[in-house]
C-alpha cells in the first residue's frame, strides 16, 4: 500500500492535470484534498494540501467505506492542517 501511496503522490507532484479518480478537492473545505488508492477490492483515502505549491502533506489514511466521506473525518484533518500552518509559524 505504501508503494501505492507514493506513486499517487508523485503523481500529483509532476502532472499539471491529477485525474479526479485519483485526487479531488473536498468540497465545503478550504484547501483540503482527499487522495484516493485502491488496492485490491479496498479503496483508502488520504487527506492532503499544498503548502506554498510545494510537496502535498499527508494529514491520515483511511478505509473509506461509504459514498460520502465522514465529517468527523474531515473536520479530523482540517485540524490537523490548522496545527500544521500554527507550528510553522512558531
Known amino acids: 500500500m505504501q508503494n501505492k501511496i507514493f506513486k499517487i503522490i508523485e503523481a500529483i507532484e509532476t502532472l499539471e492535470r491529477v485525474p479526479t479518480n ?34 502535498v502533506i499527508l494529514l491520515n489514511v483511511f478505509a473509506k467505506k461509504t459514498q460520502k466521506t465522514p465529517k468527523s473525518d474531515i473536520e479530523n484533518a482540517t485540524d490537523l492542517m490548522k496545527k500544521y500552518y500554527e507550528q510553522k509559524t512558531k
Not at 24 to 44: C, F, M, P, V
Open 22 to 55: 485519483y485526487f479531488k478537492h473536498l468540497s465545503g473545505t478550504d484547501d483540503l484534498y482527499e487522495a484516493r488508492i485502491r488496492l485490491s477490492s479496498n479503496i483508502w483515502r488520504v487527506f492532503c494540501f499544498f503548502d506554498e505549491g510545494k510537496p
